[in-house]
């Protein structure tokens, strides 16, 4: 794995390689955000792209929301 793989894309800070963002990040987001992206079902990996993509376009992270 290299080193950028581990850059937290919401703020370029380090990241564990088994989370989506970093501990601050994670904390950043909603709630409800939250909720949505700690569960494991067969949407998972579409709540953690649409994270993804909110990141990549500059969406403050206080208020990205996720699908259900």
Excluded: F, S
Excluded at 11 to 33: F, I
């Amino acid at each position: 794995m290299r080193d950028r793989d581990l850059d937290c894309p919401g703020c370029h800070g380090r990241r564990d390689p088994k989370l989506l963002v970093c501990t601050a990040c994670w904390r950043a987001l909603p709630h409800a955000t939250r909720g949505r992206l700690a569960r494991t079902d067969h949407h998972t990996r579409l709540r953690a792209r649409h994270l993804q993509r909110e990141l990549k376009a500059g969406t403050p992270l206080g208020i990205i929301r996720v699908p259900r």
